[in-house]
DNA sequence: GTCTATAATGCGATAGAC
DNA sequence: GTCTATCGCATTATAGAC
């Protein structure tokens, strides 16, 4: 009995274990990137020794690919809700904005690590490649379908609509990391988006 | 007088070394970034040994400061000529950016600096402090002296337009060294600024 | 000036004790 | 599960030969 109590507690207990990790290896890539932060440090905020990380996840990498698949999770999960392309879409773009800005580590892991990933072989390279796939070719969409509804803005390209929607969230979150200015994040990419429809977000 | 000559000749073989050695670590900076990029390729590249290198820069943040130096030396080069606030100032960042596109280390190096540089403790975290900070407050004269002039967009706000501005390079230079689509960055950030200001660009 | 050699440090990963 | 110990490798920087 107490083996089949110590067996149900140890898996628990794993559980939160590599919960804990992902959460501390998540702040440490935020930090300082993947190729610079150190198994090492993950280990001392999590209270366990080195290899004891790799006891949880086979590899560094692993490590990364397990962060950035959670990263992924929490997103899609929202957006599984709001798919329809148009109008929602834009909004429902505000609002993971939103959302991460209420977690400040997921603003600095994306940038750190969309720049660290231009590199080829770096492990998130084909990470972020998707992504900006994914998410580009879903705002195109919607602009498309507003052109036909009539409320994109007269003139604005939806290809450019799309590349620049991406753009201004990434280079406002860079400047939000040196903390130049105080400014709304949130606000200045809604700023930007209503210049390109017009219809109120 | 034999050797005022040696000594020239010296003197001109080493400041070609060292050119060579910057040129080098452009590139290895752009590709890797600073922390991961190491002395060792760079020596490589300009064939040379590790230690070699360390004569000619005393550390390997000397090495990103001179590299920074130089960087910083061709564009304020340009903007010297060109200083007035207002759309004059707009058409020479335009110019900036379509100079860079032709050396697209540039680009590399910008992207994968900026973002490492979040960090405080990074070596270049100040140089980027700085830089953001010079070329927002430049831009937000720019806008502000078109908004007296008439030839800002109503109900657009100079902080916004430069901060926006700012942000739309940083973001298109990402997306461009991901190679996702191809598009023509200098026609994106124009089409931006375009949205931003009556006059012509 | 440039080299080799080396010091000092840090890394990821594995082996094996407990 | 977690540890210690260790391997093998890479890094920056210095010392000293040439």
Redesign the interface.
């Known amino acids: 009995m107490s083996d089949t109590t110590a067996t149900r507690g140890s898996y628990a207990k794993t559980a939160d274990r590599r919960r804990d990790i992902l959460d501390a290896a998540f702040e440490v890539f935020a930090?300082?990137?993947y190729?610079?932060g150190s198994l090492r440090t993950v280990a001392d905020r999590v209270g366990l020794s080195q290899a004891g990380i790799l006891f949880h996840f086979k590899s560094k990498t692993g490590l990364l690919q397990a962060v950035l698949d959670l990263r992924d999770e929490r997103s899609r999960e929202y957006f599984a809700t709001v798919t329809s392309p148009g109008i929602e879409a834009l909004r429902g773009f505000l609002e993971v904005v939103r959302m991460n800005c209420e977690e400040p580590g997921m603003i600095?892991l994306y940038?750190?690590l969309?720049?660290?990933g231009?590199?080829e072989e770096h492990p998130a390279h084909e990470y972020?490649?998707g992504r900006?796939?994914w998410i580009?070719a879903q705002a195109r969409q919607s602009f498309i379908v507003m052109r036909e509804e009539g409320t994109l803005r007269p003139g604005v390209?939806p290809?450019?609509a799309a590349?620049?929607m991406?753009?201004?969230?990434?280079?406002?979150q860079?400047?939000w990391?040196?903390g130049?200015?105080k400014?709304d994040l949130v606000a200045?990419v809604r700023?930007?988006l209503q210049?390109l429809v017009t219809v109120a977000l």
Chains 1, 2 share one sequence.
């Open positions: 930090e300082s990137g190729t610079n600095e940038a750190i969309a720049a660290e231009t590199a972020f490649r900006y796939d580009g390209e290809g450019h590349r620049s991406m753009a201004i969230v990434d280079g406002l860079l400047q990391l040196y130049r200015t400014f200045d700023t930007h210049s």
